[in-house]
């Protein structure tokens, strides 16, 4: 086990040194100079080269690749070409908001797939399967920035019953921030929570047919304490799978959702800073968004070796 467990660590270990060179490779090689973006065409080389050296670009590559690196352990991510403020804390005021954007997504994706794939797989065959596969089918095709736009034409524009975009700030109220971030959220969660659907229906019509659903029946339970007691427990080993596997998406779906709901969040900060040529910053939001999916990724891996013995020792299933 700790061999298994020591082998994933060193894996997710070497994986993220090597995103990380990616990462600061490509950011090294984009054409323009910070410094002189920050300055404007107006600027002296003199002043060009006093502002580099004050940013540490002058300093050697070797150099600034471990500064950053080291960053991450000592909270120490250098300061914002655009803002002038340590990125270290810009990230955190903005994780604030990318933080429950995701959780809440990650929420409704989840009660929202888990409900109508079992509700679809109890009326298999039925009009109500029918529907609500096909309306799954619609889930997976349309992206989640347009359900996002729909949405503020007609919850936000048309009905009023949410602000259009923004944010209003956890100062002001747990209420007005969740409202706020409710449409985003929800934006967010329905092609995940598509997904989801189908893959309960599958799981729940594979476990109706084993027989211990057959003996539960047989000792007075009705369909739908069936379904509740034991169905939904042995159907959910893959829905919980996939749920982990799709908070990491979930993440990483807020860099769009942010900005059609103009919501101050990590994602926003990406578009602001690659606009502003603010590459520090840039590189590190996009090492965070990588190792969150990396980490999430190894989390379930290990899991899946806790769970099966074989897949500590190599074996797949049926061997």
């Given at each position: ?33 910070p ?5 404007g ?28 690196i ?6 120490n991510?250098?300061v ?7 990125v270290?804390?810009l990230?955190?005021?903005r ?29 298999a ?16 095709a349309?992206?989640n ?30 209420l007005d ?21 189908r ?19 047989a000792?007075g ?37 942010e900005?059609?709901?103009?919501l ?12 502003g ?12 968004y990588v ?16 769970i099966?013995?074989?897949l ?8």
């Amino acid at each position: 086990m700790i061999a298994f467990l020591a082998r994933r660590l060193v894996t997710l270990l070497t994986t993220l040194a090597v995103a990380a060179l990616v990462i600061f490779g490509v950011t090294e090689v984009l054409p323009g100079d910070p410094a002189a973006v920050m300055l404007g065409l107006t600027a002296t080389p003199e002043t060009v080269a006093a502002l580099r050296a004050e940013l540490g670009l002058d300093a050697p590559m070797l150099v600034r690749f471990l500064a950053w690196i080291g960053g991450f352990f000592t909270g120490n991510l250098g300061v914002s070409y655009a803002y002038r403020v340590p990125v270290a804390g810009l990230i955190a005021e903005r994780l604030q908001v990318t933080a429950p954007l995701a959780l809440l997504a990650s929420l409704f994706a989840s009660s929202i797939g888990i409900t109508l794939g079992a509700l679809a797989a109890s009326r298999a065959n039925s009009a109500v399967d029918s529907l609500l596969m096909a309306g799954a089918q619609v889930g997976l095709a349309i992206p989640n920035f347009w359900f996002g736009i729909l949405m503020v034409l007609v919850f936000a524009i048309g009905l009023g019953w949410f602000p259009a975009g923004g944010f209003p700030g956890w100062e002001s109220g747990l209420l007005d921030g969740l409202q706020a971030l409710f449409l985003p959220a929800l934006a967010l969660a329905l092609p995940q929570a598509a997904v989801l659907a189908r893959l309960t229906r599958t799981a729940v019509l594979e476990a109706l047919g084993e027989d211990f659903v057959r003996t539960a029946r047989a000792k007075g339970l009705t369909a739908a304490q069936t379904l509740r007691r034991h169905v939904l427990r042995n159907a959910m080993v893959p829905v919980v799978t996939m749920m982990a596997l799709q908070f990491s998406f979930l993440v990483t779906g807020t860099i769009i959702i942010e900005n059609v709901f103009a919501l101050p969040g990590l994602g926003r900060l990406i578009f602001q800073s690659v606009g502003g040529h603010d590459l520090v910053t840039v590189k590190s939001l996009v090492m965070i968004y990588v190792g969150c999916v990396m980490v999430v990724n190894a989390i379930v891996d290990m899991t899946y070796g806790l769970i099966d013995p074989r897949l500590r020792f190599g074996r797949g299933v049926g061997r």
